[in-house]
């Protein structure tokens, strides 16, 4: 069975500075899609950003990047300059082509100090 | 407009009573779910359905019941709640798996916050 690891729970970072979050997963197939999303306090889960694994160019959104290390099956969100509002839970998240299951990490709690 | 919407968004019950989620979407996807997350905050897939038919079903006490009307619909149904039914239950959509490659992000509801008393 496919299986995400988020191996920091909380993670803190100065507001402006940069932040990474870190996401490994096991897997025997080539193709599938990697998320990330986020949980504010509000609970709604957001989609923050997306890759293909097929592509080997990292997806980026505006602050959210990823670096996509399909070999050691690491998928990690960089968050530049970090602002109130990207204070949440964040999920890291697989799912194999041809494949309706999601399989999602057990998160990570972002602080973002001021 | 809500793309994915659920009601209610709180259920406080007690107990042994029998109690309903509606979820809808609006986008247009032939694909919906429902996820539980529990109090650690992990998420786990329960069911899916495409076009009104199961898909998916994990190991979940047949007291769910899914229920779907139409493929803009997925309602959950639960029966007899117990006290570790307690948890957020999210509805999510997406285009079937496959369908349209780069078109299949599942998108989810606010969540329901269930608490068993």
């Known amino acids: 069975a496919q299986t995400v690891t988020q191996s920091q729970p909380e993670m803190s970072v100065q507001e402006a500075e940069t932040v990474t979050l870190s996401c490994t997963y096991d897997?025997?197939?080539?193709?599938?899609?990697l998320f990330w999303y986020k949980q504010p306090p509000s609970r709604q889960m957001i989609l923050v950003i997306r890759q293909e694994a097929y592509k080997q160019q990292n997806a980026t959104e505006n602050r959210f990047s990823v670096n996509f290390q399909k070999a050691a099956k690491s998928f990690s969100l960089k968050i530049s300059d970090s602002q109130l509002g990207d204070a949440a839970m964040y999920f890291c998240?697989?799912?194999?082509?041809?494949?309706?299951?999601?399989?999602f990490g057990t998160g990570t709690r972002l602080t973002v100090i001021p | 407009d809500t793309a994915v919407s659920q009601t209610p968004k709180y259920l406080v019950t007690q107990m042994g009573n029998d109690k309903s989620i509606k979820c809808e979407q609006n986008?247009?996807?032939?694909?919906m779910y429902w996820y539980k997350q529990d109090s650690k905050k992990f998420l786990k897939i329960m069911f899916s359905?495409?076009?009104?038919?199961?898909?998916i079903n994990e190991t979940v006490p047949n007291r769910f019941s899914p229920k779907s009307p139409d493929k803009a619909h997925l309602n959950l149904h639960i029966n007899s709640l117990e006290l570790g039914d307690s948890a957020v239950y999210f509805c999510a959509s997406s285009l079937l798996a496959g369908a349209a490659r780069g078109q299949e992000t599942q998108y989810f509801g606010p969540g329901t916050r269930l608490l068993v008393l």
């Open positions: 897997t025997s197939e080539s193709d599938y899609y």
């Open positions: 998240a697989y799912r194999e082509t041809g494949a309706n299951n999601l399989f």
């Open positions: 986008l247009g996807h032939d694909t």
């Open positions: 359905y495409n076009n009104k038919e199961l898909i």
